[in-house]
């Protein structure tokens, strides 16, 4: 791709999601992902409904008169990125590859992040790091990220999430939020998903196809594994096959669920042909509740 092409999409995808984000997702962003804490400003007189617990007892008994602490939340946030770039995200069977599903939706939560004056980060992964972009804020770096997600080609087709997490334990110090994008048809990664969600705020966003969870009738087909790169022929039209790949699709789901919320992770479940404005509103919405 050349650069007039790359800096083309890069525009575009900026433009689509930039106003998604302030939309649809700029406050929700907001009032989840909250600061730090709270960080006293100033004294100012009291006002009559002014929480008394706030007084400042020594300044009111200078001045005789009552005088209240005044506190901001202190909002700096570190966000990270967790983006799987293994060959079974190049799938889509209807208006998306994976891959550029999950490109919007890093870029919506980028500008999410950077409205807020956050900073963030990526890490591309594939059964290895591909590649680290440290956390950072600003317009430029945003879009640094964007060109990164379309431009960006991995050495690796296999998947690895167990070794990604533990990179991302040891390189990140302070507590963040960190969002986990992939199909995850990895499993052994329980363990290292225990470790970071108990030091991070830990979101799973598992991008899937509609021929993933329910396996097409369109006769005899030839497929490849885009992991392994094997080649092999099905006969779909076989039901005993079909109802074999939907029992292990409800597995898989059943697992996922149990694992994710054992480890008080929030999973967003998000399909290739269908919109991710509703699924990310219904988890803003979900945790307001729970707040």
């Not at 791709?1 to 700029?26: A, W």
């Not at 939340?73 to 060959?87: A, K, Q, W, Y």
Request: proline share 2%.
């Amino acid at each position: 791709m050349d650069t007039t092409e790359l800096l083309k999409k890069v525009r575009k995808i900026e433009i689509k999601t930039r106003g998604i984000t302030k939309h649809f997702f700029s406050g929700e962003y907001h009032s989840v992902f909250k600061g730090r804490g709270m960080t006293f400003t100033e004294v100012r007189e009291y006002i009559p409904g002014d929480d008394v617990r706030n007084i400042d007892w020594n300044v009111t008994a200078r001045y005789n008169n009552p005088y209240v602490k005044i506190f901001e939340e202190e909002r700096e946030l570190t966000v990270f990125l967790m983006v799987d770039i293994s060959g079974s995200q190049i799938f889509g069977t209807n208006n998306h590859f994976k891959s550029e599903l999950i490109t919007e939706l890093c870029a919506v939560i980028t500008f999410s992040a950077i409205l807020n004056n956050d900073k963030i980060g990526i890490i591309f992964f594939s059964d290895k790091i591909e590649k680290f972009i440290p956390p950072k804020k600003g317009k430029s770096h945003a879009l640094r990220i964007i060109r990164e997600l379309i431009e960006f080609q991995g050495k690796s087709k296999r998947t690895n999430i167990s070794d990604a997490l533990k990179y991302l334990t040891n390189v990140l110090k302070k507590r963040s939020i960190v969002f986990v994008i992939s199909d995850f048809f990895d499993t052994n990664f329980e363990e290292s998903l225990r470790i970071i969600s108990r030091k991070h705020d830990t979101i799973a966003i598992q991008i899937y196809d509609k021929f993933e969870s329910d396996f097409p009738n369109v006769g005899l087909l030839k497929v490849r594994d885009l992991e392994t790169n094997e080649l092999l022929w099905i006969d779909t039209s076989n039901k005993k096959l079909r109802d074999y790949y939907q029992e292990k699709w409800n597995n898989k789901q059943k697992y996922l669920n149990f694992i994710f919320n054992k480890n008080r992770v929030d999973l967003i479940k998000i399909r290739t042909d269908e919109s991710y404005i509703i699924p990310l509103q219904n988890f803003f919405k979900n945790r307001e509740h729970r707040r």
